[in-house]
């Protein structure tokens, strides 16, 4: 019985590898740094060894191990195929082929932000919906999108790219991505900063525990809204006004059963939650008011659980 | 074996019943008008007599007959519920139920719109594609958005109501679903003649065939602009930035191979293609630029047909 699986999370600074019951029981995490620029074949190469390693000491049979379940953090298409990881230096990269080659057993790839909302839908903050968005509030805004049970890649993997939704008309600074006004430039933690950062600039007479702050973060200005820092409050709603019509938006699409939020900024939900509700009430359309709102519960395991996921659903699938 | 099934489309205006073969050849389709605020439970059971009537006149046995697919002018849930039809002054009505009950044979409803979409994707404008979008211009504007050859319903049927993306921040008026900007208010039939409107009210100085036209329709601003007169092509181009800016956060979110643009006004996809393509490419995140765009070549047919690709692919799934 094939009811053992591991789960990938390839990321710029360190490789997650998770070992796990296909019950959903999580027993054995490993984790190896990334070397800088890491060519994809040695590097993979060392992370099947890990793999193989890890099923010799847990004495294992090929027969034991369902697959292994891969995220990167790059855009990943239907067929597995990763175009270009900015964090690793990569270009295109058939990830699966190599994996296979290797290890000699099924191996499943996907974006580690929709691979992270696969594993949020099974064990997390999603549990009991089948089609959900999941957003990472982190530097960026990640996304990951499930519809019945199953990531949508996207034709070019950019579906759950909500980060670059166009959210302002008049927005002078460029995103990351080349674009004018996507939403990360205002609702990611960076883009809480930035936004609080304006208002300091255009409010000089306004007094803010931000003010003496010097250089601070987006928990900062979270945590001077809960103590009921005027400004700290007024730039976190203006976050949250995008970040609600962002999502009103989303559900006009394929109106998901929640939203799960993750990422480092997710933690402040008892002082941002308020703000987007009610942003996104006003903007959704009328029968799409009531979607639920969660929050992410699988911290930096998310991806690796999702990789188990990722490798079932798949092999589920084919059968 | 089960090689023929029913597509039943019902509008505010009528109901075509389309019988065809599951190998995607629609070899009969009749009408019947709608009453005005017809009871669910009469009007349905009129169309199941229609359905049996045929079974019998074409001597079929009811082990010829995989099913019905259906498709309503309202949101449908993903359990086929369908929850208000405004046009045919409904609330909530099983309409799989009542049917099957009439004709002892499976029935499958969805939105009218995704219905459409399911119907070009396997014998129109987007065959080929598994993953699409189709976009239908008319007096709304209409969505359905397929992914894995499925139809996304959404949790409170409102997947594909990309007429409700919010497009303008600035919008005085309301829309029809009562809240402000809404791309329906824009870049429908209606929404082009309001742009058009606006253009010549706030210029007046400039010539143009549509000011001496009194009330003109999309058809007559489109005609205008393929005749190179500039205030229609400045209107359309307004219109089309809209159109364009929303299907590139459709990408953002869902990615999908092609859109699929259909409607009365689709007729003129020489005049509003290479604008529309142009915003398309402006808003879009880098890797989704190539979406594919082809125009829907069902017609009035689509509701029918992918009626038929809707049972079929409920029966499939279910095997």
Known sequence: MKVYA??????????????????????????????????????????????????????????????????????????????????????????????????????????????????????????????????????????????????????????????????????????????????????????IVRTAKTLLAGHPEVASVLKNAGSFDAKAVCDAAREGDALANAALGQSMEKLGQALAMISCVVDPDAYVIGGGVSAAADVFMPPLKQAYRHYAFPASKDTVFTQATLGNQAGIIGGIKLIMSKESKEK
Chains 1, 2 share one sequence.
């Open 6 to 191: 591991f789960g990938v999370d390839i990321g710029g600074t360190s490789v997650k590898i998770g070992l796990g019951r296909t019950s959903g029981w999580l027993f054995e995490t490993r984790k190896i740094g990334t070397p800088p620029a890491p060519s994809p074949e040695s590097f993979l190469a060392q992370i099947a060894d890990v793999i193989k390693q890890r099923i010799q000491a847990r004495g294992f049979r090929a027969a034991d191990v369902l697959g292994i379940g891969v995220g990167v953090p790059g855009p990943v298409d239907a067929q597995g195929m990763v175009h270009g990881c900015a964090n690793l230096g990569w270009g295109d990269v058939d990830v699966k082929a190599i994996l296979e080659q290797h290890l000699q057993m099924p191996v499943q790839v996907g974006n580690d932000a929709d691979v992270a909302a696969l594993g949020e839908m099974w064990q997390g903050g999603g549990k009991g919906f089948s089609n959900l968005v999941m957003i990472t509030l982190g530097t960026g805004i990640g996304g990951g999108v499930i519809i019945n049970q199953h990531v949508v890649p996207g034709r070019f993997g950019s579906a759950g790219e909500i980060g670059h939704l166009h959210v302002d008309g008049q927005e002078r600074e460029p995103c990351n991505c080349g674009n004018f006004g996507c939403l990360e430039q205002y609702a990611s933690a960076t883009g």
